[in-house]
């Protein structure tokens, strides 16, 4: 049997990191859940974190802000408890719309152990009579990346899920809800019916959980989420992240076998929009095959991404970084890989960006604050953030999926001529 190169030696590099941090996760998570709030407990340094991640979107009634601490919390000299709950009582005051209210912690809660999650349990006590959860987690930048907002934030949803051990399929994981209705929609044509998606729409449709529900994971980052589901009698059912043709159809298929519908049905549901989605992927391929990719460690994304844009586009793999390498949840991807790919795991920014150097890629993924030194140095580069806010999930996204590798390639030709 093919292995890939999951047998593949690693990398494994520890030293100065170049990351967002967990905060960043509420730019897409507000999106998703329309009545959830998220209130950041932190400094100034994160209200602007948010503010500029969040760049252009401007709302009039934003669902996202950050309580501020001043030096005089900082210092201990005031109960930041009894601030919170009137920063908390205010807002809920003034937004009846809110259902589900987040407490996110930050680097400068952690430091004055300010223990969100009894705020949070003391909080939901007073307000769960108006219809009101109120639960925690961090986004620290602490030793974390940013794609772990969301797994922490899924994760405190888990405990919150009522208990039914009917069969289901929950997949796991926020996807844009383009893309959740066409998933929905190819699993319905294949006769699933009894399928849920965390986190939820809206937060009284938080789908149950028990022993008859298996987890489909729609994003590689959740391994604390899947632990914590796992926890509560939901079986993991490994599969690559829907990424590409290749990726979506064995997802879909994976998903929809462990529910015991049969390989004709599941064949016949996924046969037209897999051969749209292949003829739409043939420009891209021609721009991309051939060229060198090197990914740096930033979103978790990086080895499904590197499985898709070598086997589907040709492209060859230099370095495959991911900040950390979860073996139950990647192996199908590892397997899927060609055996001499190069991964690496962590990060020592300036070894790393010596490999860039030597190597000189078309095209370098890496985190914002990468992209503008190396731009400079004439390498052409993509945001590894611009992949998570963009919906590239299914068949209908393939092709953009690819779209977002060739055109900074094509835009270095063009500025070339
Ligand atoms: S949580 Fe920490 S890393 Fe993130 S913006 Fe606030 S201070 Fe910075």
Redesign the pocket.
């Given at each position: 049997m093919a292995r890939g190169c999951s047998d593949a030696p690693v990398l494994r590099e520890r030293g100065q990191r170049e990351v967002?941090?967990?905060?960043?996760g509420i730019v897409w998570l507000h999106r998703k859940i329309q009545d959830a709030f998220f209130l950041?407990v932190?400094?100034r340094?994160?209200?602007?974190?948010?503010q500029s991640a969040a760049g252009v979107m401007i709302f009039a009634e934003p669902r996202f802000a950050t309580a501020l601490m001043e030096e005089r919390d900082l210092a201990g000299l005031a109960d930041a408890h009894d601030e919170l709950d009137g920063v908390v009582a205010k807002l809920l005051r003034r937004r009846p719309d809110i259902r589900m209210l987040f407490l996110v912690?930050?680097?400068?809660?952690?430091v004055i152990k300010l223990d969100l999650g009894r705020a949070a349990q003391r909080l939901d006590g007073v307000h769960k009579s108006n219809g009101v959860r109120v639960l925690s987690y961090s986004?620290?930048?602490?030793e974390t990346t940013f794609t772990q907002g969301e797994d922490a934030c899924l994760a405190a949803l888990v405990p919150q899920m009522p208990r039914d051990e009917a069969p289901q399929l929950l997949v796991v994981g926020a996807l844009a809800e383009v893309v959740e209705d066409q998933l929905s929609r190819i699993f319905s044509a294949m006769g699933l019916t009894n399928l849920a998606f965390l986190p939820p729409r809206r937060a009284r449709e938080l789908a149950s959980v028990g022993r008859g529900t298996k987890m489909l994971l729609a994003q590689p980052f959740l391994a604390d989420t899947a632990r914590a589901l796992e926890s509560r009698g939901a079986v993991h059912i490994p599969a690559l992240f829907p990424l590409g043709v290749e990726g979506t159809t064995a997802w879909l298929t994976a998903g929809a076998a462990a529910m015991g519908i049969s390989a004709q049905r599941i064949r016949d549901a996924v046969e037209m929009p897999e051969t749209r989605a292949r003829l739409a992927l043939e420009r891209a391929r021609a721009e991309l095959s051939g060229k060198r990719v090197f990914f740096m460690p930033d979103s978790q994304l990086e080895i499904p991404l590197a499985r898709f844009l070598h086997n589907e586009l040709g492209m060859e793999l230099i370095e495959v970084g991911t900040p950390f390498l979860h073996r139950a949840h990647m192996t199908p991807e590892l397997e899927a890989m060609p055996a001499n790919t190069f991964l690496s795991e962590g990060q020592h920014v300036d070894r790393q960006l010596d490999r860039v150097r030597a190597a000189r890629p078309d095209l370098t993924v890496c985190g914002l604050g990468l992209a503008n030194p190396l731009e400079a140095e004439g390498m052409t580069t993509k945001w590894a953030i611009e992949l998570v806010f963009t919906p590239i999930q299914g068949y209908n996204q393939a092709a953009d999926l690819a779209e977002l590798f060739a055109r900074p390639l094509r835009r270095k030709a063009l500025l070339e001529v």
């Open positions: 967002f941090c967990g905060l960043t950041v932190g400094s340094t994160c209200a602007h974190l948010l912690g930050s680097c400068p809660s952690e986004g620290s930048g602490i």
